[in-house]
């Protein structure tokens, strides 16, 4: 059964940092694409960011978060994770990960809340 | 990036009556590879997104018969055929066929 399980979100102040956690088990997360999707409270999904499989290497970005988050992976842990700097209120989300194109498989969500 | 239209933003349906909901792209959603990337999800309350049909027409595993999709280069159609209590959520067309995925604003189909 393939599982992707969030985690590290919280309650964190405008400019502050904050590194979420995706675990993943089920399929063969080294060959696959990862994507982080949000979605503000009452809001649609918007897409994050990606970071291909290690052997291609590179990551892509939205540009409300470019230059402010980064996507990694560890595929020795099959984790990818999302490090966010610079937060702003607008950031406040639930923040799911998913492969990429966002597919068949979601996490549940981990709660991000920006605010002082 | 590319720009995904829906409509309605809201749709009240009857049960048991057919719903429809269109998706419009700002670019073609042809990928050099010949496949066009265009999924709709589903997010009932409370709950993660679901996805309900792949590359236009293609339903995943487990989605009822009564949901389908169609369309190509610009614009799509997501259609229930009869709707059902179950089905009320909020459905999304996202296109993952452009470098930057981008999601549709959402259509909220409830029960009238």
């Known amino acids: 059964e393939v599982q992707l399980v969030e985690s590290g979100g919280d309650l964190v102040k405008p400019g502050g940092s904050l590194r979420l956690s995706c675990a993943a088990s089920?399929?063969?997360?080294?060959?696959?694409?990862m994507s982080w999707v949000r979605q503000a409270p009452g809001k649609g999904l918007e897409w994050v960011g990606r970071i291909k499989r290690k052997i291609d290497g590179t990551t892509d970005y939205a540009a409300p978060v470019k230059g402010r988050f980064t996507v990694s992976r560890d595929d020795s842990k099959n984790t990818i994770y999302l490090q966010m700097n610079s937060l702003e209120t607008e950031d406040t989300a639930v923040y799911y990960c998913t492969t990429d194109p966002p597919g068949l498989y979601w996490g549940q969500g981990t709660l991000v809340t920006v605010s002082s | 990036d590319v720009v995904m239209t829906q409509s309605p933003l809201s749709l009240p349906v009857t049960l048991g009556q057919p719903a429809s909901i269109s998706c419009r792209s700002s670019?073609?959603?042809?990928?050099?590879?010949?496949?066009?990337?265009l999924n709709w999800f589903q997010q009932r309350p409370g709950q993660s997104p679901r996805r309900l049909i792949y590359k236009v027409s293609k339903r995943d595993s487990g989605v009822p018969d009564r949901f389908s999709g169609s369309g190509s280069g610009t614009d799509f159609t997501l259609k229930i055929s009869r709707v059902e209590a179950e089905d009320v959520g909020v459905y999304y067309c996202?296109?993952?066929?452009?470098?930057?995925?981008?999601f549709g604003q959402g259509t909220k189909v409830e029960i009238q």
């Open positions: 996202m296109q993952g066929t452009h470098w930057l995925r981008t």
């Open positions: 670019q073609s959603l042809v990928h050099s590879d010949g496949n066009t990337y």
């Open positions: 089920g399929f063969n997360f080294s060959n696959d694409w």
